[in-house]
Each structure stands twice: as structure tokens, then as C-alpha cells.
Nanobody, 122 residues
Framework: QVQLVESGGGLVQAGGSLTLSCVTSGRTVDNFAMGWFRQAPGKKREFVAGLPWNSGNTTYADSVKGRFTISRDSAKNTVYLQMNSLSPEDTAVYYC???????????????WGQGTQVTVSS
């Protein structure tokens, strides 16, 4: 059984930074394409950033490009989302997810974490 556990969320002022972590257990994180998604109240879950299993080209939503960075530490079985220049529009529950192939579609992911809340105050 694969488990994903996110951490690192919290309350931050606009312009600030946070780093989210997603620890994978059950199988090595290298076996998966990893994605970060977010869901704000009343909105659909949306793709934020993705990293293919071979750590090739990362991909980002236009809304976070240049501000967020996804990375992987294989030794720690952990995927990170570094978030800079945060704005209130980034407020959401953030989820990490694992899949065989990288996709921007939530339904393509097999495993999900429980989510971590990020709140950006103005």
C-alpha cells in the first residue's frame, strides 16, 4: 500500500514563502510521476506542478510558473513544493499525488495524500 503524507502548510502573509513536503511510503518515490494539486473552497481541484518519474522536465500551471518549484529527494522519499511570492489567490488545500505517468488531470492519479492547508493573508 502506498501512502503519501503532506506537511508544511500554514498561514503566511502575501509575498511570503512556504515549502510543502510529501513523504511517500510503501514504494519509492522514484517509481512514480508526482503531482501537486490544490483545491480552494467551492472550486475544483486543480493541477499546480508535476514531476515525471525519471525526474525529467517539470511542468507547472501558468498561475504558479516562476513562483513555485517542484523537486524530489530520492534518498528521503520526499517530493517538495517550494512556493514563493505567495498571494491570497494561492490559498487552498494542497495535495500531493502519485501516478504512473505525469498528467494534469486529477483522475489519472492513483494515490493521494490527505492535504495540507495553505492560507495567504493580504
Amino acid at each position: 500500500q502506498v501512502q503519501l503524507v503532506e506537511s508544511g502548510g500554514g498561514l503566511v502573509q502575501a509575498g511570503g514563502s512556504l515549502t510543502l513536503s510529501c513523504v511517500t511510503s510503501g514504494r519509492t518515490v522514484d517509481n512514480f510521476a508526482m503531482g501537486w494539486f490544490r483545491q480552494a473552497p467551492g472550486k475544483k481541484r486543480e493541477f499546480v506542478a508535476g514531476l515525471p518519474w525519471n525526474s525529467g522536465n517539470t511542468t507547472y500551471a501558468d498561475s504558479v510558473k516562476g513562483r513555485f518549484t517542484i523537486s524530489r529527494d530520492s534518498a528521503k522519499n520526499t517530493v517538495y513544493l517550494q512556493m514563493n511570492s505567495l498571494s491570497p489567490e494561492d490559498t487552498a488545500v494542497y495535495y500531493c499525488a502519485a501516478s504512473t505517468f505525469l498528467s494534469r488531470t486529477p483522475g489519472r492519479y492513483d494515490y493521494w495524500g490527505q492535504g495540507t492547508q495553505v492560507t495567504v493573508s493580504s
